[in-house]
């Protein structure tokens, strides 16, 4: 077998696997296994002074910019820039390995 019928076959057999069940993205499934909803969100403050949804899992972080109701960025001044405030790393038991 040829070195381009071996890459033929990893890349088919790579991309039925990627065509498996959808998952639930709302769920955590790492050690400590909980619906997303139940974790603490902070605020970071980005360089330019608007607010980003801040959440550490220990090994692992999720973080979103926060937007009015128009879908404009929020900027409020809630802390300076670069710095993160409130329960952003609560809720969960696993310790941040950094």
Sequence with gaps: MTFGKIALLVTAGALVA???EKQDKTVDRFIDSKHLST???GILVDPDGCDTWLIDDGAEG??????DKYGK???SGVAPPGVATGPYNKGTPVTDPI
């Design 73 to 75: 960025p929020v900027c």
């Design 18 to 20: 990627a065509c498996g």
């Design 62 to 67: 999720y973080w979103m910019r926060r937007y």
């Design 39 to 41: 974790l603490k969100a």
